[in-house]
């Protein structure tokens, strides 16, 4: 669904703090939750949306004029075919993303984010038993692989760096950083 459980939403929120990233890229962005929650947090940040879906645009205001923007850039297409200049970023965020794809399509597009140079990724996924078809007529909501917590935290934590987890009773959010790598 383009909506977002609440649960991890403080943590994901404190993490951002923590980081302040200038740059970030939202793939499937749906409503706009995670540039919602961060956007006033932390002025001057460059927001990019990745959206598979041409209609969430509109229907959630994504570039609304009216009031500030909630995305400065937005692609529509599909992440698997994004440019990788796109990751270079200071977070890239896949908030209730991956679960939408194959996962060896997950796992290679969150390899890719890190080769291209993101410096942070968050990833919340649900860790329940949580089936899901079409929903508003778009067929990319449907879910494809349901991902244990262990399993994705093998996925973050062979991406090298440092990485932080909120196990949730419904979430679980990952926040991948790069800062332990080469030090």
């Known amino acids: 669904m383009p909506t977002s ?16 990233p200038n740059t970030v890229t939202d793939i499937g962005p ?20 990745v959206e598979i879906h041409r209609p969430y645009i509109k229907k959630y205001r994504l570039n609304s004029t009216k009031t500030r923007c909630m995305y400065d850039e937005i ?12 990751f270079y970023r200071d977070l890239v965020v896949l908030g209730d993303v991956v ?10 597009l969150l390899r890719r984010i890190e080769k291209a140079g993101a410096w942070n990724i968050l990833v919340s996924i649900p860790i329940v038993d949580a089936p899901q078809g079409e929903v508003d007529g778009n067929p ?8 244990g917590f262990d399993e994705m935290n093998d996925v973050m934590n062979s991406l090298g760096g440092y990485v932080e987890v909120n196990r949730g009773s419904t979430l679980g959010v990952w926040w991948w950083n790069r800062r332990s790598q080469g030090l």
């Open 140 to 147: 990319h909501e449907a879910h494809l692989h349901q991902w």
């Open 30 to 49: 749906g409503e706009g939750t995670y540039a919602r929650l961060f956007r006033p947090e932390h002025e001057g940040v460059w927001w990019t949306a």
């Open 99 to 108: 679960e939408h794809l194959p996962p060896e399509d997950a796992v290679a």
């Open 5 to 20: 459980d609440a649960e991890g939403k403080d943590w994901s929120l404190e993490q951002f703090r923590y980081h302040l």
């Open 75 to 86: 692609h529509i297409e599909d992440v698997r075919e994004s440019e990788d200049h796109l």
